[in-house]
């Protein structure tokens, strides 16, 4: 048998490349097609909320304004912490007929970024923190987004010169996420105060959340890279098995 092993070098050295060469493309592909790896538990507002009931309204404006997946980022990136005032689907049912409705996407934006300040307080800072609060929404002036928050005794209570409303509850805090229920929505000055511009009509537009599109994407694509890693792999066996076999009968 090894006496049938007459191979010409340069064609035994384009023979290894090519087996090379298939090898190393095959292992590439592999290692693409593994799965990300599974993420380990950071913070989810959204799970926090579900949990805790009664903030079905909330977490659904948190996911067309896509400021859940802004909350849950920060939190895994900064160390400052966040406080979130949650209002309940009882606040927002309670609101003016059309009152969020009236509102543009943006000042959905706005008006979400008004319960939320770039800081985790406890309950004791809570009482000592000093006002207007700044918030996500940003300029504190007093026709744009302040907000105060005025305590007696254990109480504290949130004004925003538009509502005035009590802390009822301390739904979530880890250390850097402190979630409190409120009962009333924070109506921001800026979106509803005396001087607010006319609300703009909401556009007819069909919009998707965000979240909804890139799911079925990602999904797509790793389909995509599965199928042609599964042809790949094939391809390379198939000639690195011919490159063999050619080989042997050299
Ligand atoms: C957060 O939790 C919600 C509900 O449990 C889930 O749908 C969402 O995928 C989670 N987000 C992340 C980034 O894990
Ligand atoms: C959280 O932060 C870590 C380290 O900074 C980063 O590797 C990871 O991708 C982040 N996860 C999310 C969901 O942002
Ligand atoms: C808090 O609000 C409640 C009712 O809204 C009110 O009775 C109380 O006086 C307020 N307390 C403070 C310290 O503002
Ligand atoms: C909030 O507090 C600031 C500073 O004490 C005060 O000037 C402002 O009038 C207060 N606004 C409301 C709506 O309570």
């Given at each position: 048998?090894?006496?049938?092993?007459?191979?010409?070098?340069?064609?035994?050295?384009?023979?290894?490349?090519?087996?090379?060469?298939?090898?190393?493309?095959?292992?590439?592909?592999?290692?693409?097609?593994?799965?990300?790896?599974?993420?380990?538990?950071?913070?989810?507002?959204?799970?926090?909320?579900?949990?805790?009931?009664?903030?079905?309204?909330?977490?659904?404006?948190?996911?067309?304004?896509?400021?859940?997946?802004?909350?849950?980022?920060?939190?895994?990136?900064?160390?400052?912490?966040?406080?979130?005032?949650?209002?309940?689907?009882?606040?927002?049912?309670?609101?003016?007929?059309?009152?969020?409705?009236?509102?543009?996407?943006?000042?959905?934006?706005?008006?979400?970024?008004f319960?939320?300040?770039?800081?985790?307080?406890?309950?004791?800072?809570?009482?000592?923190?000093?006002?207007p609060?700044?918030?996500?929404a940003?300029d504190t002036a007093s026709n744009k987004f302040p907000l105060?928050?005025?305590?007696?005794?254990?109480?504290?209570?949130?004004?925003t010169g538009v509502v005035?409303?009590?802390?009822?509850?301390?739904?979530?805090?880890?250390?850097?996420?402190?979630?409190?229920?409120?009962?009333?929505?924070?109506l921001p000055m800026s979106l509803f105060g005396p001087s607010a511009?006319?609300?703009?009509?909401?556009?007819?537009?069909?919009?998707?959340?965000?979240?909804?599109?890139?799911?079925?994407?990602?999904?797509?694509?790793?389909?995509?890279?599965?199928?042609?890693?599964?042809?790949?792999?094939?391809?390379?066996?198939?000639?690195?098995?011919?490159?063999?076999?050619?080989?042997?009968?050299?």
């Amino acid at each position: 048998m090894a006496t049938n092993f007459r191979l010409s070098t340069p064609f035994k050295f384009l023979t290894l490349l090519l087996i090379i060469l298939q090898c190393t493309t095959t292992t590439i592909v592999v290692v693409a097609q593994a799965p990300a790896p599974a993420p380990t538990g950071p913070t989810n507002i959204t799970k926090i909320l579900e949990k805790a009931g009664q903030f079905t309204t909330l977490i659904r404006l948190m996911k067309v304004t896509q400021l859940g997946d802004q909350i849950n980022t920060q939190l895994n990136n900064s160390n400052q912490g966040m406080t979130v005032f949650a209002p309940t689907d009882n606040a927002f049912s309670s609101l003016k007929a059309g009152t969020l409705n009236s509102l543009s996407d943006q000042e959905k934006v706005s008006l979400l970024q008004f319960h939320v300040v770039p800081t985790y307080l406890t309950n004791a800072q809570l009482q000592t923190v000093s006002n207007p609060l700044r918030t996500q929404a940003g300029d504190t002036a007093s026709n744009k987004f302040p907000l105060n928050v005025t305590t007696s005794g254990n109480q504290v209570n949130v004004s925003t010169g538009v509502v005035d409303t009590t802390v009822s509850n301390s739904i979530y805090t880890d250390g850097t996420l402190a979630v409190y229920q409120v009962d009333k929505v924070l109506l921001p000055m800026s979106l509803f105060g005396p001087s607010a511009p006319a609300p703009a009509p909401e556009p007819l537009k069909k919009k998707k959340s965000g979240a909804d599109d890139v799911a079925p994407t990602t999904d797509a694509g790793s389909d995509n890279a599965d199928a042609s890693g599964a042809g790949s792999d094939l391809h390379g066996l198939y000639i690195g098995v011919v490159a063999f076999i050619t080989m042997l009968y050299l």
